[in-house]
């Protein structure tokens, strides 16, 4: 009886300890699984990034790849941007996901670098597909880490037609700028669609500091003690964001709105111009295909001192996880995306620029935004600052000049965390 | 004998390991990393004795969230213990809604805090939210704020959603020792002229101090607790106006990728919540009533 009572109770004991120790279990099926890829078998690679909106493109491209690589099976995993960091990069670290993965320029490529996840794609055939000039913020200490997907213009997006209709012209210096937001204000127009609340600060920061320090290194060298946000290129790019703020050129509440809230005044025509990035062109013209777009920036200084016109930002760089079972596969798959007519699929699919070389553009979208390839554009600056907290204090006294907190307090108050980050 | 001890011993076995795989381990392994300088990424790391906790004392955000924590949990504390009183005392009188009103009371209970965030922060909008919709419907335009986005107000209107999403519990909490007080004793003050009031303040409320006092010590710790609701509406903002100790740990941890350091804050978050507890738990004790 006793026995017959003990051997269920064995059993129960048995299945939790098993199930205690799942994830080690998952391991070895997939330690399997790259055994039976050497022996001929089909080979699973997981294929991580933050792009909801891609699925299905991506998609479409992993039939293709799988038809003619049908030992490789590509599992596509997607986590939403702002989660991406948490989920993600703990995850990368066991490779149990992410044999290839994206991420972010700037201290998201920093963190992963340092902690040695990144595969030395140097030398690899397919990297000569990309534009030279476009992957070096995959870079580091001369070894290609990581392969840069999009190109990205940071960059307002206006509404072609309202600013037909009202006779306005692009701005050509801060005077200009300010008279357009008027006119527009004037005539019950939002000038600027602000999403104060998350992405905004982080995302017109870039435009309104471009020409006020026109250095690129301006952010290396505040994150070396050797400029401070409490100098005047800073400080006067507070003020005019204040100057935006109290004459009331962004929508009233414009720290309580969120992406897709400015996104919805925008595509409801409510307001002229979005404060985001080309990133968004896509989903603007799905909500309100009647839009017309373009892209402008506001220069914060007379026409002579302007020196850039735009930013641009290479970001989903694409890598492989230096910790995947499945290295051989997992390049496979990056080469397939890195040639012209996989690239040029996803550009068209997804309305977004890409850094590969010789890809035929026929969006609307991308046609919108192919004339910033010639123009004078820089680095999205807030990728340049490495230090994550250091970032969130700069765009963080964004929100508080915009809270009411004085631009030269604000920017005394993001110093001092500043300053506390570089142990001073 | 023997083997009795051994099946007693089998039964536990699955419990007790499951705690100490996923309580007593983080635990102990947190409070190791937080003398540590470890990335939470990278293979190794190094020793640094006490130093997290010294950057911890002096660190700007750190100091901010433990204030605005504070903030949070008094107006949560006082939200949450004041209105489910009321409520609870309003389902003591005999109605047929009573049973119905419990019920939609608890509903946001049973909500996950992360859909209960992304409702609030719809409601709380400040052009297309309903709460300023209907402020303005009803001739109260003048009380229509940024909830969110004003950085005085932001950490208060939080604190009223945790307060809404738990008010259920409370109320419970409250109806179950209100129901335990015998109905003697309540009539008996009525028949010497007790007014309302007086009834409340004499006898209700003293043998309610017990339930009164669970409800603020549970309230207490589930706010500074609080992580899912912040997260998901404010995540800290604007300019670190509502960041909280526990978004403070996550985003130290897990954005700035300074494991060794978040772990200090987690133990320096352990120990405060232990102390609070302690404390509540004598009060408890030595604030007890009798009708015996």
């Known amino acids: 009886m006793k026995k017959a009572f003990l051997l269920p109770l064995l059993a129960a004991l048995l299945i939790s300890v098993l199930a205690a120790c799942g994830s080690n279990e998952n391991d070895n099926s997939s330690n399997s699984s790259s055994d ?389 | 004998m023997k083997n009795r001890k051994w099946t007693l011993l089998l039964f536990f076995a699955p419990g007790t390991i499951l705690y100490l795989a996923l309580f007593v381990y983080p635990t102990l392994s947190g409070f190791y990393y937080s003398f540590t300088d470890w990335d939470g990424l990278s293979p190794s790391y190094s020793y640094v004795g006490l130093d997290n906790f010294k950057t911890l004392s002096e660190h700007i955000v750190f100091r901010k969230s433990l204030v605005n924590n504070l903030k949070f949990m008094l107006a949560v504390v006082i939200c949450q213990t004041v209105i489910s009183l009321i409520l609870a005392l309003m389902l003591q009188r005999k109605s047929k809604l009573s049973a119905a009103l419990r019920s939609l009371y608890f509903v946001p209970t049973i909500l996950s805090s992360v859909s209960v965030g992304f409702i609030w922060t719809f409601m709380y909008d400040p052009s297309l939210g309903l709460l300023n919709g209907t402020l303005d419907k009803i001739g109260l335009s003048g009380f229509t704020q940024n909830w969110l986005g004003n950085m005085q107000i932001a950490i208060f209107s939080l604190a009223a959603v945790q307060a809404w999403a738990h008010i259920g519990q409370m109320v419970i909490l409250f109806v179950a020792g209100l129901q335990g007080i015998p109905r003697e004793l309540l009539e008996a003050a009525k028949l010497d002229g007790g007014t309302r009031l007086q009834v409340f303040l004499r006898v209700t409320w003293p043998l309610l101090a017990p339930a009164a006092a669970v409800v603020v010590s549970y309230t207490t710790i589930q706010s500074f607790k609080a992580f899912d609701l912040v997260f998901t509406m404010t995540n800290g903002g604007p300019a670190y106006s509502t960041e909280i100790l526990s978004t403070f740990i996550y985003n130290t941890a897990f954005t700035n990728f300074k494991f060794g350091l978040a772990s200090a804050g987690s133990i320096f978050f352990l120990m405060l919540i232990a102390i609070i507890t302690w404390l509540q738990f004598r009060v408890i004790r030595t604030d007890r009533a009798s009708y015996s």
């Open chain 1, 36 to 424: 039976s890829g050497k022996s001929g078998k089909k080979v699973t690679i997981s294929f991580v990034h933050w792009r909801g909106e891609d699925v299905k493109v991506f998609d479409s491209l992993i039939a293709k790849f799988e038809a003619e690589n049908p030992n490789i099976k590509v599992e596509q995993q997607v986590y939403p941007s702002d989660q991406y960091q948490t989920t993600v990069q703990a995850k990368l670290t066991d490779g149990s996901v992410g044999d290839v993965f994206a991420s972010f320029p700037g201290a998201q490529f920093e963190a992963i670098s340092k902690a040695g996840l990144f595969t030395d794609l140097t030398g690899e055939s397919f990297v000569a597909n990309y534009t030279p000039a476009l992957i070096e913020a995959g870079q580091k200490d001369g070894k290609q880490l990581a392969l840069p997907y999009q190109l990205v213009y940071n960059m307002p997006i206006y509404n072609v037609k309202l600013f037909e209709k009202y006779g306005i012209e692009i701005p050509k210096d801060w005077d200009s700028f300010l008279a357009m937001a008027e006119k527009l204000k004037q005539n019950g127009i939002i000038p600027i669609a602000f999403p104060g609340a998350d992405i905004g600060p982080g995302q017109f920061m870039n435009t309104m500091v471009m020409n006020n320090a026109t250095d690129p290194e301006i952010f290396t060298k505040l994150e070396a003690g050797e400029t401070k946000l409490t100098d005047e290129w800073w400080v006067k790019t507070l003020s005019q964001f204040k100057e935006l703020n109290d004459k009331g050129y962004f929508q009233q509440d414009a720290l309580g709105t969120k992406d897709q809230g400015a996104g919805a005044l925008f595509a409801q025509e409510k307001a002229a111009i979005l404060a985001t990035g080309s990133y968004q062109l896509a989903q603007n013209k799905k909500n309100n295909p009647n839009l017309e777009q373009g892209l402008l920036a506001p220069i914060t200084v007379s026409a002579d001192q302007a020196v850039y016109e735009g930013i641009h930002t290479t970001t989903f760089m694409l890598a492989v996880n230096s910790k995947s079972k499945h290295p051989e596969e997992a390049k496979k798959w990056i080469a397939f995306l890195s040639g012209a007519e996989a690239a040029g699929e996803y550009a068209n699919g997804t309305g977004q620029n890409v850094t590969v070389k010789d890809v035929q553009y026929t969006s609307e979208e991308l046609q919108a935004v192919s004339e910033w390839t010639t123009k004078k554009t820089r680095f999205q600056p807030r990728y340049t600052i490495t230090n994550s907290e250091i970032q969130t204090a700069v765009t963080n006294s964004i929100q508080a000049v915009l809270g009411g907190t004085s631009p030269e307090q604000a920017a005394k108050d993001a110093q001092a965390i500043v300053d506390q980050q570089l142990g001073k």
